[in-house]
């Protein structure tokens, strides 16, 4: 068994995940993965965390629990077509309306055929603790919330958001986008990432924004002059099982993040086991005592992928400029009255 040095660092996050240990090796029953010739599992690949399941349970599914049948997933799944024909179309009221500029092209998108499907059951949530499926919030937790997003966006009162690109949300700069790779949740399209390995690194790549996370192995977490991005993230191998945990992340990236909006004072335990040649069981833990009446685990499977696409976020190439120009505009008009 390969251990972090800095076991210490790590203690809380394993006595998290303690209690999922068994689930999740449970999973891969009497597989052996293969070894790199390090000494290591393993997990390198491009992979798929595509899904039709949410993180969080819905109403539908509260009586059913986590686990249900192939007949009752086809049963209630909403079809595919008409959820791609709801997005094309989202933010009006008609159809017909000629304001209705449409959203993306469906064709883009790829949300999934099915539930995540584990050990032989379709989960009905990522979430597995707690056991209904939804996210522990504290009452305080959305105006904790706004406290960061204030703190943050302390521009002068002078300013407005198209003075100029600063002002801007991350997403219209191309920054950041709808998505989740701390810890990885589907969203409607780009659900891929890659995984390399060396003997003191793993680098985890998501299609999404091109975002690499570097992973040290058997390190401590740096004490650094400044909040990285992704935030630092630390790993170790247990058994067949890399774990990487990732705390001290950026307010800019908190802050104008989708899926999963950590405070800064989160830390992000996430595990990868593979159970088979075409999947890894992940699995992830969010700790934060400032949002969340308790720690809280979900977990789903990744397949093999057929390769990552480039990001090309348009949005910040042609709409941002546009923006921009469009406020000048109305400034010029404004003078000549």
């Known amino acids: 068994m390969r251990k972090c040095k800095n076991s210490k660092s790590l203690s809380l996050s394993g006595v998290l995940l303690l209690s999922f240990n068994s689930l999740a090796f449970a999973q891969g029953g009497d597989y052996t993965p293969p070894q790199l010739s390090f000494g290591v599992p393993d997990l390198q690949g491009i992979w798929s965390y595509e899904t ?7 109403a539908h599914y509260e009586e059913a629990g986590l ?25 009006t009221n008609r159809r017909d309306d000629e304001t209705n500029v449409g959203g993306y092209d469906p064709i883009y998108f790829s949300i999934g055929e099915s539930l995540a499907l584990i050990d032989g059951k379709y989960r009905t949530s990522i979430i597995v603790d707690p056991a209904n499926g939804k996210i522990p919030f504290k009452e305080q937790a959305s105006a904790t919330r706004r406290q960061l997003a204030n703190s943050v966006y302390a521009f002068p009162a002078s300013l407005g958001r198209s003075d ?7 997403s219209d700069r191309c920054l950041k986008a709808f998505s989740s790779s701390t810890p990885f949740l589907s969203s409607v ?14 680098v985890l790549v998501v299609e999404m924004v091109h975002d690499a996370r570097i992973v040290k192995i058997d390190q401590e977490h740096r004490d650094l002059p400044y909040d990285k991005w992704l935030g630092d993230s630390i790993g170790y191998y247990e058994d067949d099982t890399l774990l990487v945990v990732t705390k001290n992340f950026n307010q800019w990236e908190i802050v104008n993040g989708y899926g999963i909006s950590p405070s800064v ?20 833990t969010i700790d934060d005592p400032d949002l969340y009446t308790q720690p ?41 009255k």
Request: glycine share 8%; aromatic share 8%; charged share 25%.
């Open 164 to 170: 100029g690109p600063e002002g801007r949300a991350l």
């Open 67 to 91: 686990e249900i049948d192939e007949a009752v997933m086809l049963d209630t799944l909403e079809p595919t077509d008409q959820i791609l024909d709801d997005y094309q179309n989202f933010g």
């Open 189 to 202: 399209y780009n659900n891929n990432m890659q995984i390399v390995q060396s003997p003191d690194h793993v």
């Open 265 to 284: 004072n989160t830390i992000v335990t996430e595990r990868f086991t593979r159970t088979a040649d075409d999947q890894i069981l992940y699995s992830f």
């Open 296 to 336: 809280w685990t979900g977990e789903m499977p990744m397949r093999p992928s057929e390769g990552m696409y480039e990001y090309s976020c348009h949005e910040g190439n042609h709409a941002l400029p546009g923006i921009l120009a469009g406020e000048r505009r109305l400034e010029q008009d404004a003078e000549s």
């Open 52 to 58: 039709r399941t949410g993180l969080q349970r819905p």
